[in-house]
């Protein structure tokens, strides 16, 4: 088999499935906390704390971070390691650090804004939804960490919709570039919006925030040594 049928057949199928893990475990979890059983199965995941909600928020949001930072570590990797096949899981990456994010935001903006408002009557009612809507841009308005964390849901929004072929070839690569450029803008948001929601403790979100300096300082540098004008060629007469 050549570099490029082993990375199509057997390391993005692998990947994939293990990129799905988180969620399986997640999804297990929230059924869990539904069914009054927080503390399924601890010896994989470990107890759910007295507040399960919360645990699965930040663990959602936890997923999407560290998968945005390994859709921005894949250019360097393949710089520092001359791996040309890594480009390859740039784009599965960056979709799975949108999955995530919506996961986060879903949870945040269902189980726990619309279930807390206990609103009567029936799901998809005028008064409802407007209930409800009003209730999660109320949040969005006033409490920072989550303007900040919905502003980089947003940029990450337009990156998933225009991730496939054709979307590249309808946009031309220029565009399409200067577009995915906004995955930089969510990189550093998305640790202020994590430092911002925690309480005390900072070392996670510090600890993931200088990971995002580290490789956008990478990609700076390079780009810094791109621009440089080549050194003239001195001649002898």
Request: hydrophobic residues 50%.
């Amino acid at each position: 088999m050549t570099e490029n049928q082993i990375t199509r057949w057997l390391l993005k199928p692998a990947v994939f499935v293990a990129a799905l893990v988180p969620a399986v475990v997640l999804f297990y979890l929230t059924w869990g906390a539904y069914n009054g059983n927080p503390s399924a199965w601890p010896a994989l995941t470990g107890n759910l704390s007295a507040n399960p909600l919360e645990d699965i928020t930040h663990r959602t949001g936890d997923w999407a971070l560290r998968f945005l930072c390994i859709t921005l570590a894949v250019t360097p990797l393949r710089r520092l390691t001359g791996w040309n096949g890594a480009i390859r899981f740039r784009r599965m990456m960056g979709l799975f650090a949108f999955f995530y994010a919506t996961l986060h935001f879903l949870t945040w903006a269902i189980l726990d804004r619309y279930i807390s408002l206990a609103l009567p009557g029936s799901v998809f009612s005028f008064t409802t939804v407007r209930t409800f809507a009003g209730s999660v841009v109320d949040d969005v308005y006033k409490r920072t960490f989550i303007t900040v964390g919905f502003a980089a849901f947003v940029a990450l929004l337009p990156l998933a919709l225009t991730s496939t072929a054709g979307m590249i070839r309808r946009l031309g690569g220029r565009r399409w570039r200067r577009l995915h450029q906004l995955i930089y803008f969510s990189a550093v948001a998305v640790p202020i919006h994590y430092m911002l929601s925690v309480k005390s403790d900072i070392r996670s979100p510090a600890a993931y925030g200088l990971i995002v300096v580290i490789l956008l300082g990478l990609r700076l540098y390079w780009a810094r040594v791109r621009s440089r004008p080549a050194p003239a060629v001195r001649t002898t007469a």
